[in-house]
């Protein structure tokens, strides 16, 4: 492998990485604040990607495509939570994954009735595809290296709302202790919507992101899911930093996987790393091994 080849492994593994990392920090937020895993979260995301798309063809501009696609994600978020989430977290069964599983197969279906299975070409969000940025011998397109910065952006901001906003408190008050927040008069409803609808609208601003280098599919939604959950786990589900790094990580490793190896069987990195985790270190490469007497 030459060094130019090397140094665009990185680049591609970087921008892998930063779609993983938007999607499974909204998975890492669910189960830290909830204790629960919302399946919809990344099909709500997809639709918002597609309103986006739809507003475009309108020959509405793109920046209020952008708005009204996470918008649109958000309100998905709030639903999944009013209608399923919330009535079924409490129950003594996962009731509430498979309502988070109906809800994202029906998002699909609504996807595909609308918009058919084919791939669309999605504009660029900087005005030109053939931008690029030269590295040594490498290049990266500016649409690649923007998502890049905004997805790692994103999450040093929220980073610093959970440290030192109000909200976050709130939120740290609720993941710690849910029934103590309460008591405490924390609206622990509101705290669990507000984390749920969050969750959707980081999916939506990574396949929007992501959508002008690999279009958008009604069906791609499983896949990106899989991957964000992935990052999730392999990170530690406690853990709002560590779903960063296991991104990054995994972004690499596919991409490096997709050089190395033939067509097809990149993927195999990255369920290689989590049956490796899963094996070795259960809670993840930062998750706290909890110890419960009984």
């Not at 977290?89 to 009735?113: C, D, E, F, N, P």
């Amino acid at each position: 492998m030459t060094f130019a080849l090397f140094v665009q492994a990185i680049l591609g593994g970087l921008t892998i990485g930063g779609a993983y990392c938007l999607i499974g920090y909204g998975f890492v937020l669910c189960w830290r604040v909830a204790k629960v895993i919302n399946l919809a979260q990344v099909n709500s995301g997809l639709f918002g990607g597609f309103v986006c798309l739809w507003l475009t063809h309108l020959k509405f501009p793109l920046f209020v495509g952008i708005i009204a696609g996470i918008l649109a994600s958000g309100l998905l978020g709030f639903l999944t939570d009013r209608l399923i989430i919330n009535p079924l977290r409490r129950s003594k069964i996962i009731a509430w994954l498979i309502g988070g599983l109906a809800v994202h197969l029906l998002i699909r279906q609504t996807i595909i009735y609308w918009w058919g299975c084919d791939s669309f070409w999605f504009p660029s969000l900087l005005g030109k595809r053939e931008l690029t940025i030269a590295i040594g011998n490498a290049f990266i397109s500016l649409d690649r290296l923007l998502l890049i910065v905004v997805a790692f952006l994103i999450v040093y901001i929220l980073e610093l709302v959970f440290d030192y906003t109000m909200l976050g408190k709130m939120m740290r008050a609720t993941a710690h202790d849910e029934v103590a927040a309460a008591l405490m008069g924390i609206n622990t409803n509101m705290v669990v919507m507000s984390t749920l609808i969050l969750s959707s609208v980081l999916c939506a601003i990574g396949i929007i992101l992501q959508a002008p280098f690999t279009n958008l599919t009604s069906v791609m939604g499983f896949d990106i899911m899989i991957k964000g959950l992935i990052a999730a786990i392999v990170g530690g589900l406690d853990s709002r930093r560590g779903v960063a790094v296991a991104a990054l990580v995994l972004g690499i490793l596919e991409s490096f996987g997709g050089i190395l190896t033939p067509a097809g069987y990149r993927d195999a990195f990255t369920f290689g790393m989590l049956i490796l985790m899963l094996l070795t270190r259960p809670q993840g490469l930062f998750g706290k091994f909890i110890v419960r007497e009984v």
